[in-house]
């Protein structure tokens, strides 16, 4: 499992994440995958393109995983 770090950021939101990453091209294909209910925050489907993800999270997508830390 990857881990991102937010630094002195209290979050990043899911879109953003996903695109940092690299695992979208831009921020418009993040939030069509998000969208289409493909990103599982802790588990769970997550279509809010904006959720904000803070640290402790774990965000999956196309069988990566990252963990959030502060």
């Not at 994440?17 to 493909?38: F, H, M, N």
């Not at 904006?50 to 830390?69: D, L, P, S, W, Y």
């Amino acid at each position: 499992m990857e881990i991102f770090y937010l630094d002195s950021h209290p979050y990043v939101e899911l879109c953003d994440l996903l695109k940092l990453q690299g695992w979208s091209e831009s921020g418009a294909a993040a939030k069509i995958v998000i969208a289409e209910g493909l990103v599982q925050v802790d588990g769970q489907v997550e279509t809010r393109k904006r959720c904000k993800i803070t640290a402790g999270k774990a965000v999956a997508f196309n069988g990566e995983c990252v963990r959030v830390q502060a």
